[in-house]
C-alpha cells in the first residue's frame, strides 16, 4: 500500500524499492509491479534480470500470467542473464526451464 501511494505521489524511485521489499516478502502483487516496472523502467533504469528475477518467483508459484511476461521478457535476453535472474530469484530451475523454453521456441521460427 505505500509502495501504491508513492507511486501516486510520483515518487517512482521510492515505490519501487517498497515494492521490492514487499516482493522480498512474498507479496506476489507486489512481485508482479516490480517486475513490470523494472521491464518498463519505472522507478529505475530497465533492468530485464531484475524484471525475469520476479517473473521467475512468480512462476515458481504458477501464474500463467507471469509466464506469458516471462517469455516477453526473456525473449530479449541470453541465456546468462535469464540464468543470472534465476540465482538472484532462488529459482534456478525455473530459469533454466525457461532457457530451454525460450531455445525451443527459437527453433520453432
Known amino acids: 500500500m ?3 501511494g508513492l507511486a ?3 515518487r517512482n524511485e521510492e515505490a519501487l524499492s517498497w515494492y521490492v521489499r ?8 507486489a512481485a508482479g509491479v516490480a517486475a513490470d516496472w523494472y521491464r518498463d523502467g519505472v522507478g529505475a533504469e530497465a533492468d530485464p534480470v531484475q524484471a525475469m528475477r520476479w517473473l521467475l518467483v512468480l512462476t ?6 507471469a ?3 516471462a517469455h516477453q521478457v526473456g525473449a530479449r535476453m ?5 540464468l543470472e535472474a534465476g540465482r538472484l530469484a532462488d529459482q534456478p530451475t525455473e530459469a533454466q ?3 530451454a523454453t525460450l531455445a525451443r521456441a527459437r527453433e520453432r521460427e
Open 22 to 29: 514487499a516482493a522480498e516478502n512474498g507479496h506476489a502483487g
Open 8 to 10: 501516486g505521489d510520483g
Open 60 to 65: 515458481a508459484q504458477l501464474n500463467v500470467d
Open 78 to 82: 541470453t541465456d546468462e542473464a535469464i
Open 2 to 4: 505505500l509502495g501504491d
Open 67 to 69: 509466464v506469458h511476461r
Open 97 to 99: 526451464v525457461m532457457v
